[in-house]
């Protein structure tokens, strides 16, 4: 289907929404993704230093309120500095998790489990809480239970209608339609989609996907006044065809308030993937200039990158015999396997890794991994389910073929193919590649195609894993 395109309409008939989808009226407080986030995290600092205020109070006799914090900001600003590094590492802000009781209270829950264990294990600059273990029991659980009540509150109160964020989609075609399955997909709860505009005279009232076309640009600004629209997003792949009227409207929408936003970036801020199928021929959007690392940045990488392969450097030392055995138990072989892989550049090295197929796996040549690969030997198929098969790849991290965090390397066998049907394909190759990033987390051994464009749309975000959390 050919990405939508608004050209100048003639007059077209005001189209009367039908009933089966009215939307309610506006949303008097409604949030944004980022908004969310914030107000989360502070609900979980605050239940965090209350859980330390009530013991503090309770077992050591302390003045309850501020005069405690302020005695001992050490105490509590290690806690808060705890959390705000773990947190995001275990993906405790992921809206579609907390938007689910169940989900919300099991992922804070685990965050405050780790949290207060590290805490606890602190000498010295931690409040004596470990020299009982009622103590720190109780701070443990009061901890899950306070961080666990404010989930519960935000999947209670915080997804109902009156919170979402209401949308205006402009543009019913390729690019909506995507626009319109990442929100239902990934944020669901958190925005509401009032419906779409085009001005294909013949889309009027049509219903796409579940949502009315509502009017044309000409509609545009009353229907943000009528439906209490805090966001338009541009759906248009290709916006130097957009007609003078719909710039004029979407800048009237701007004056008053209303935030304007491409589908690009949303599909990027929902997905955490950048949508190269609807750049086009828009090269900023896969180089945008605001993405450009400093030498500083790259240098704290890099000495950071040394010290995860120093230490997994130590691991497989340790990991080499244990695994060797059991490698040798269940056949012949070599125990790490060697693979040729395309990195920074466009310049191949050789990956490290334990082996986890049978010997001469490939002899008819390179091929995909497949679900339930017969290849995949038993001791293998613990290795991947561990991902202890991939701590050999350190020693490339300190040889600076690779990074910690960043895409999945390819093999040469299949770049060409890939670079020749995913738009944009080699821009990966400006960075080194990762032994994890967005895209191994999130998909498992790369299958196809598909697997590899999205593991390709992640190439500039894979390196900002933490951040994203906060911000997708």
Not at 8 to 25: D, G, I, K, N, Y
Not at 118 to 134: A, D
Request: charged share 20%; hydrophobic share 45%; aromatic share 8%.
């Amino acid at each position: 289907m050919p990405p939508s395109t608004l050209q100048t309409p003639p007059s077209a008939p005001a189209t009367r929404l039908p009933e089966a989808l009215a939307v309610p009226r506006r949303a008097w407080l409604s949030l944004r993704l980022s908004e969310r986030k914030v107000l989360l995290y502070t609900a979980d600092v605050c239940a965090v230093c209350l859980a330390l205020l009530v013991i503090l109070a309770i077992r050591f006799r302390l003045p309850w309120g501020w005069q405690t914090i302020a005695d001992h900001p050490v105490w509590f600003g290690l806690l808060v500095g705890l959390w705000t590094a773990s947190a995001p590492l275990l993906n405790a802000y992921d809206l579609r998790v907390a938007a689910n009781v169940s989900s919300g209270v099991g992922r804070v829950v685990a965050v405050a489990l780790v949290v207060a264990a590290i805490f606890l294990s602190i000498p010295y600059v931690t409040p004596p809480l470990h020299s009982s273990r009622l103590t720190a029991s109780g701070f443990i659980l009061l901890m899950m239970v306070l961080t666990a009540v404010g989930r519960i509150g935000y999947a209670r109160l915080l997804v109902q209608p009156t919170f979402r964020h209401r949308v205006l989609i402009v543009g019913a075609g390729w690019a909506g339609r995507s626009l319109v399955e990442a929100v239902r997909t990934h944020a669901d709860a958190e925005y509401e989609l009032a419906g779409l505009i085009d001005d294909d005279l013949s889309r009027q009232g049509e219903v796409v996907d579940g949502l009315a076309v509502l009017g044309t640009s000409q509609d545009l600004t009353r229907l943000v006044e009528e439906l209490g629209v805090s966001e338009v997003i541009i759906a248009i792949t290709r916006h130097e065809t957009m007609a003078g009227s719909l710039v004029a409207a979407l800048m009237d929408c701007r004056e008053q308030g209303i935030q304007v936003t491409v589908m690009q970036a949303v599909y990027e801020r929902l997905t955490g993937r950048v949508p190269v199928e609807h750049a086009g021929r828009s090269l900023h959007l896969v180089l945008p200039a605001d993405r450009e690392l400093s030498r500083v940045y790259l240098l704290l990488k890099r000495m950071g990158d040394l010290l995860i392969g120093l230490l997994g450097t130590a691991a497989t030392a340790l990991l080499l015999p244990l695994v060797g055995v059991a490698l040798r138990l269940e056949g012949s072989g070599p125990i790490l396997y060697r693979q040729v892989r395309v990195g920074r550049g466009g310049r191949p090295f050789v990956l490290f890794k334990f082996r986890t197929m049978v010997p001469n796996a490939e002899a008819a040549g390179p091929q995909w991994a497949q679900v339930e690969d017969r290849r995949v030997t038993r001791v293998g198929h613990v290795l991947r389910l561990l991902h202890l098969d991939e701590v050999p790849q350190s020693i490339n991290v300190l040889r600076g073929e690779m990074s910690f965090i960043g895409p999945r390397p390819e093999r040469p066998e299949f770049v060409d193919r890939l670079a020749s049907e995913i738009p944009f394909y080699r821009v990966r190759h400006a960075m080194r590649p990762g032994v994890t990033g967005w895209a191994q987390v999130n998909y498992r051994y790369g299958r196809s195609t598909t697997d590899a464009w999205r593991s390709y749309n992640t190439t500039y975000t894979t390196s900002s894993t933490v951040r994203r959390s906060w911000t997708r």
